[in-house]
């Protein structure tokens, strides 16, 4: 009896010391990131190792420094976020348009070699990055798309769709099939199966891999810098945040502010959506 006790106090009070860890050092790397941000120069330069600022150290010039645009003398962040912005929900999309169909077609349909689709989608993943590159730059090249941001996001779904494909698929199984059954009987076409009944019950799946292919377009890199490298006026955060990292002249603290202009949007729609995400993730768990 006092055995049982002391290891449920020990071990509750471990846990917590272990979540207490794990946050720190998860949290402290942004936090500091925001204190650096918030810095001027000179502090940063007198007194590197100190972890806060004082309200008389205070500073938003470094933000000021990265919103503002070029012919200001500023970094033009803010046309970097909103070609970003663009790109990321034109990538969602368009990969759920494609994913949707896909996932449905090979949770609900049978046909020869099924299984082996399904894995395939995922054997993409195999392959590394670099190795459709050159081929994608070939082709959107001859199209007239190299340098364009909707030829980006049409490079990106390569990328995404495969892996939105099985997400999808693995919580479509968890659908009762006599839901569909019972809405066929009542005179409904597969089509408005799809549209009436399973999209609305799939909707925590779908914002799920929504919120995962936006991450992926937002933060994405070497396709960005392939494709449009040429043309800075389409750059997205990604490219201007590593021009900023190469700029002997940028300031550090200028560099965090960037850094924390691509982290916070992110961050935002993450927590906006955290609830559906997590249901989404885990509720093609116990199936498929």
Not at 126 to 143: I, N, R
Not at 190 to 214: C, D, E, N
Not at 248 to 262: D, N, Q, W
């Amino acid at each position: 009896m006092y055995r049982s006790r002391f290891e449920s106090r020990f071990f509750g009070a471990l846990r917590w010391v272990v979540i207490g860890f794990l946050a720190v050092i998860t949290l402290f790397p942004f936090y500091y990131m925001l204190v650096l941000s918030l810095k001027p120069i000179d502090q940063l330069m007198s007194d590197p190792g100190r972890f806060w600022v004082t309200a008389s150290d205070l500073t938003m010039d470094t933000y000021e420094a990265v919103l503002k645009p070029t012919e200001d003398g500023g970094q033009g962040f803010l046309t970097l976020l909103r070609n970003s912005t663009v790109v990321s929900l034109a990538t969602v999309a368009l990969t759920l348009l494609i994913s949707v169909p896909g996932a449905y077609a090979v949770s609900r349909l049978k046909f020869f070699g099924n299984r082996q689709v399904s894995a395939l989608f995922l054997a993409v993943y195999l392959f590394p990055a670099t190795l459709l590159a050159v081929p994608l730059f070939v082709m959107f090249a001859k199209a007239g798309l190299q340098a364009s941001l909707a030829g980006l996001a049409v490079v990106y779904i390569a990328q995404t769709v495969p892996v939105s494909i099985y997400m999808l698929r693995n919580y479509f199984i968890t659908i009762p099939a006599s839901i569909e059954e019972a809405a066929a009987l009542d005179g409904c076409s597969r089509l408005q199966i799809v549209r009436k009944v399973v999209l609305p019950l799939a909707a925590p799946s779908l914002m799920a891999t929504g919120l995962y292919v936006f991450m992926i377009a937002w933060n994405e890199f070497l396709f960005a810098l392939l494709f449009l490298a040429a043309d800075p006026e389409h750059w997205t955060v990604s490219l201007g945040l590593q021009q900023l990292a190469n700029g002997v002249e940028v300031p550090k603290t200028v560099l965090m502010a960037g850094s924390v202009v691509l982290t916070i949007p992110v961050v935002l729609v993450f927590f906006a959506a955290e609830r559906m995400l997590t249901e989404g993730l885990t509720g093609g768990a116990d199936k498929g």
